[in-house]
């Protein structure tokens, strides 16, 4: 497509999800509901048919040279596939919060005024490798009320369109309009900086991949952006702890799956514990083949562990989001240093205590400037589904309008109401 071609492409696509976005905006509950139920049986219907889309994807990026992380997140297994049809149906079963009104107050002029929830109309989203996201996207558009224009990695063209499609199915099936959810079909990347400039149809750009593609599309965009950046998340062991359940989820934090952005990628220990706890998940990291980067003392704690493949950290190891089997490991005085070295060096997306000192893990709640954090918990239940959302577009580590997995909430706004009886302002 020439540049012009791209133009009045987006743009029409813009017009069109401007358009749109005013019916799905008034949508009522029931048919929003109609509309994800539906999805999630055409996902069930399609399995086999959205895999041999998705092999043509996989074929291409193993034929790319992608690494594995990258092309697992490509994947649509069963099991994935479930996860996005069961999401889609925790979204219809959950309240319709649309149109909700909240802390109406009597004025002493006599009016009355409150705030409503509302879509934000139309969102961009911008987002690399996993094509479950177009899934995920188009729900939490259906059930906010918004439009959405969805531009996919270019590694997962075949899949995407063919998840499009029946979104597409499901939406006209309930009534709604079919360009309610629209997929940018080219994979030219002139169609993003297109995307990202329209201010007139777009509301809100909501990034979703590498740290390159969000820097690029918060640096470029002419409309407001709700994104994070990396996921530098971390795993810290107290003293006091239960041994047992330190390991258990220390392991499901960095192995349940390498290539999400809640993995913990840091595991910092408390002197008190680490020679107990440290030979303890080297022997479990070694059994699955991870790699520790370790400071001095714990280098020295887990060089005994056979089979273990523990080198000495950099200072870059503390900063650094792997997205692979490789984990930093640190020892720390305690509580005080665990944090201090989270803030400083986390990406203030998803921090866990494990512990059974009470007082340390309020203080750990309250200090740990995160997006989530957790007591006794795997970093990897940082996520909308898990966190009883129905789906995520995405985790911000914004500090306004949407923090943490963005759901329903943060694809909405709240306008002022008034409610009065004649009244007028002396």
């Not at 743009?11 to 005013?22: C, E, L, N, R, V």
């Not at 990258?70 to 994947?75: G, Q």
């Not at 530098?232 to 359940?245: A, E, K, Q, S």
């Not at 990291?285 to 060089?303: D, I, N, S, T, W």
Request: hydrophobic letters at 45%; one cysteine or more.
């Amino acid at each position: 497509m020439t540049t012009t071609d791209i133009n009045n492409y987006t743009h029409t696509q813009g017009q069109q999800a401007k358009t749109a976005s005013a019916l799905m905006a008034r949508a009522p509950a029931a048919v929003k509901s109609r509309a994800l139920r539906a999805l999630a049986r055409l996902l069930r219907e399609n399995v086999q048919a959205l895999q041999q889309d998705n092999a043509r994807d996989l074929e291409r990026a193993v034929a790319a040279g992608l690494d594995a992380p990258m092309v697992d997140r490509l994947r649509l297994t069963p099991k994935v596939l479930e996860t996005c049809a069961q999401g889609c149906e925790q979204l219809a079963a959950m309240p319709d919060i649309i149109g909700e009104v909240s802390g109406m107050k009597q004025q002493p002029s006599g009016i009355r005024v409150g705030q409503m929830r509302v879509p934000i109309g139309v969102f961009g989203m911008i987002y690399e490798s996993r094509p479950n996201v177009t899934i995920e996207a188009a729900s939490l558009s259906i059930k906010s009320g918004n439009a959405c224009i969805l531009r996919g990695g270019s590694e997962a063209i075949d899949s995407n369109k063919a998840l499009a499609r029946l979104v597409v199915q499901a939406l006209q099936e309930a009534g709604l309009p079919e360009h309610g959810v629209q997929l940018v079909q080219t994979t030219d990347r002139a169609a993003v900086g297109q995307l990202i400039a329209m201010p007139q149809f777009v509301d809100v750009i909501i990034p979703r991949g590498g740290k390159g593609l969000i820097e690029r599309i918060s640096a470029e965009a002419k409309v407001p952006v709700i994104k994070h950046l990396d996921g530098n998340c971390h795993t810290y062991v107290d003293d006091p702890c239960d041994l047992d359940m330190a390991v258990t989820v220390a392991d499901n934090a960095k192995t349940q799956k390498y290539s999400p952005c809640n993995a913990s990628e840091g595991l910092l220990v408390a002197r008190g514990v680490a020679a107990q706890f440290l030979p303890r998940i080297g022997a479990v990291y070694a059994a699955k083949g991870v790699q520790m980067r370790a400071c001095p003392e714990a280098l020295a704690l887990l060089q005994s562990v056979a089979d273990v493949d523990v080198q000495a950290a950099t200072e870059a190891d503390w900063d650094t989001e792997y997205l692979a089997p490789i984990i930093s490991v640190k020892v720390v005085a305690g509580l005080d240093e665990a944090i201090a070295h989270i803030n400083q060096h986390g990406s203030h997306h998803t921090d866990a205590i494990l512990t059974r000192d009470h007082m340390h893990a309020q203080r750990f709640l309250r200090d740990v400037d995160s997006a989530s954090v957790m007591v006794n918990a795997s970093t990897r239940f940082a996520d909308g589904f898990e966190y009883g959302l129905g789906a995520e577009i995405g985790i911000s580590t914004d500090k306004f309008h949407a923090r943490g997995p963005v759901g329903i909430e943060g694809l909405t706004s709240l306008k002022w109401v008034v409610l009065g009886e004649g009244e007028v302002r002396q």
